[in-house]
């Protein structure tokens, strides 16, 4: 039976959905443990063993979130190493990926990033060149670190009442002297809407809006989706740069993604391609954006969105 590492970032009382998939993905594949990046309280503990996990390994002492992600690498490398993992199974966003890339160099293993399945004997499907093509790779060296990406894998809800009995592993990791240390951290404003990398619907703003983003976010509130935007809207400053979609932005896979006054550049459309459902709102009938879209209407967004929004909230009630 193949042994499988998950690695959980940030565990919390009711694991996300993120975390429901990768651990949901690791049951089909053999028998599974998690690595916490963070204290786990009971709670926590107990939805993740719900979810499939059937083991934990946790450092000793704590991990110093200050000193950035290298107590994360050792604590990976030591849970492979003591597992004797046949693979590891990371989030595909910034922490996993560079986790998985500097375990993997101490390990001298393989890493697979962008992945959307992977099959019993590793072989994992991912797509490439902007979402064009689809391609299947096995790592030849293992243990093989896949990062996930979100919404690729079914993940039913978990009911923490149900959970299994799960080892616990505590690992002494090694004391680094880091080359950077975090001196202060400050919460972004929490705006209520959901994580833009892992959010199952998205609706994005580009040049079209005219420095106004007030009907993308309200048509997201609507919905319950997060904001994106093109490169044009954030390099002006009408929102925050973390909203950037698309080749040297987020890359993002949701079940629905509106674009609304987007061109639909190849760079932008690296980041949105593999969503599952692209509805596209531009006046401009010849936009590239429309050869992608499962939806287009050609339309000023200013009227659009609104009244997307409005039916929206009237069908809700
Ligand atoms: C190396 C490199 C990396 C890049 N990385 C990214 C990236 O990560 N993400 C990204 O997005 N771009 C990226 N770009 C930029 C990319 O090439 C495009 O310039 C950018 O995506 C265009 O943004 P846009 O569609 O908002 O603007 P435009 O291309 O100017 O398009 C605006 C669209 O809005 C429509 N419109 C205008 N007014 C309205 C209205 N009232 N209602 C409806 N439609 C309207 C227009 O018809 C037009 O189609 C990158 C470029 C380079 C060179």
Not at 127 to 146: D, E, M, N, W, Y
Request: contains cysteine; aromatic residues 4%; charged residues 20%.
């Amino acid at each position: 039976m193949l042994k499988i590492l998950v690695y959980i970032h940030a565990p919390a009382g009711t694991p996300t959905k993120g975390q429901r998939e990768l651990l949901a993905l690791a049951g089909s594949l053999g028998e599974t443990r998690a690595v916490l990046g963070a204290e786990a309280d009971e709670a926590a503990l107990a939805s993740l063993s719900a979810a499939g996990s059937t083991g934990f390994y946790v450092a000793a002492g704590g991990i110093d979130a200050s000193l950035l992600l290298t107590p994360a690498v050792s604590l990976l490398e030591a849970a492979v190493r003591d597992f004797e993992a046949d693979a590891v199974l990371l989030p595909n966003g910034i922490e996993g990926r560079e986790i998985a890339a500097r375990t993997a160099v101490r390990l001298d293993a393989a890493v697979i990033t962008d992945a959307i399945d992977v099959d019993t004997d590793l072989t994992v499907t991912k797509p490439v060149l902007a979402g064009s093509h689809t391609v299947k790779a096995q790592g030849t060296r293992g243990p093989v670190f896949i990062t996930l990406k979100p919404n690729s894998i079914e993940a039913p809800e978990t009911d923490a009442g149900a959970r299994a009995a799960a080892s616990l592993h505590e690992l002494s990791i090694e004391a680094t002297a880091p080359a950077a240390r975090i001196t202060s951290t400050a919460p972004r404003t929490a705006t209520g809407r959901p994580e833009l990398s892992g959010a199952r619907f998205v609706v994005a703003g580009g040049r079209g809006v005219e420095g106004n983003f007030a009907p993308v976010e309200d048509l997201a509130d609507a919905l319950g989706a997060a904001v994106g935007a093109s490169r044009v809207a954030t390099d002006a400053g009408w929102i925050e740069h973390s909203a950037q979609v698309g080749q040297t932005g987020v890359t993002i896979s949701p079940q629905l993604y509106i674009s609304a006054g987007i061109s639909g550049a190849i760079q932008q459309k690296a980041g949105m391609q593999g969503a599952k459902c692209i509805v596209a709102i531009n006046k401009d009938p010849d936009a590239p954006v429309f050869e992608i879209a499962d939806l287009g209407i050609i339309g000023d967004l200013a009227t659009v969105l609104p009244q997307a929004a409005a039916e929206i909230r009237r069908r809700k009630g």
